[in-house]
Structures are given as structure tokens and as C-alpha cells.
């Protein structure tokens, strides 16, 4: 896999799609976007719709960072125990979130994330094996 794709630009991917996918949660939050297609279409209360998103923001910035220290584009050479462990867990939520948005009542989240968490769980694996 390592001769396919390259670390930077499997980072830049990963980066890139998670900077758009925080943006989305932000314009959800203030409305600018339904929020009728995240979480499975299941957001009930207004309460529920901010608990989650904020919990989708935190989880965009964790990624973002972890794949920012992994590819060294920012505390090169620091963390890499935890960035590692990171990146391994991130490639498991990954597949986890892909089989979630298989089962999503939304048919926008089945067939337009479905694909985008499988393309990202390749991606973070391939960050993820670089040493």
C-alpha cells in the first residue's frame, strides 16, 4: 500500500475531507444546513442536535491534529506513541463508522458517506502503517 499512495498525500486527503466534514458540522449548528442527514437521521430535540455536533467538531479536530502530527507537519518527531495509537484507533472508528452508515435510516448518509468513510479507513490505514 505504501508504493500506491504516499504518506503526504494520503494526509493532505485525509485532512482536506475532515476540514470540509468540520465545516459541515459547524453550518449544522447554525442552521445554515439541515441536520436531517448526520447521526443517522436520528436527532430528535434541538438538545440532542448540539450535544452531538459539538461532539462531532471535538472528534474533526482530533483527527485533523492527529494526522497532522503523524505526516509532521506540526510537532514533528513529538508524541509518536500516542499519535500512533491515534491513528489506530482512528482507522478502527473509521470502519465502524462506515458499517454505521450502511445501517443509517438516511439514504444521503448511506450512499454519500459510505463510500467517503471507506476511502478515508484506506487512507487513515495507509498513515497509519508508515513508521
Not at 88 to 99: A, D, E, R, S
Amino acid at each position: 500500500m505504501k508504493k500506491i499512495i504516499s504518506i503526504r498525500l494520503a494526509s493532505i486527503i485525509i485532512i482536506t475531507i475532515n476540514t470540509i466534514a468540520l465545516l459541515m458540522h459547524v453550518l449544522i449548528i447554525l442552521k445554515i444546513l439541515p441536520h436531517d442527514f448526520v447521526w443517522g437521521g436520528r436527532l430528535k430535540s434541538e438538545a440532542d442536535l448540539i450535544i452531538f455536533e459539538i461532539i462531532s467538531i471535538v472528534v474533526q479536530i482530533l483527527f485533523i491534529s492527529i494526522i497532522a502530527v503523524k505526516a509532521g507537519y506540526v510537532f514533528k518527531g513529538k508524541f509518536k506513541r500516542t499519535v500512533n495509537v491515534g491513528t489506530w484507533v482512528m482507522f478502527g472508528l473509521m470502519v465502524l463508522n462506515t458499517i454505521g452508515n450502511l445501517a443509517s435510516s438516511s439514504a444521503l448518509e448511506t450512499m454519500v458517506m459510505t463510500p467517503l468513510t471507506s476511502l478515508l479507513a484506506l487512507l487513515v490505514f495507509r498513515v497509519a502503517i508508515e513508521k
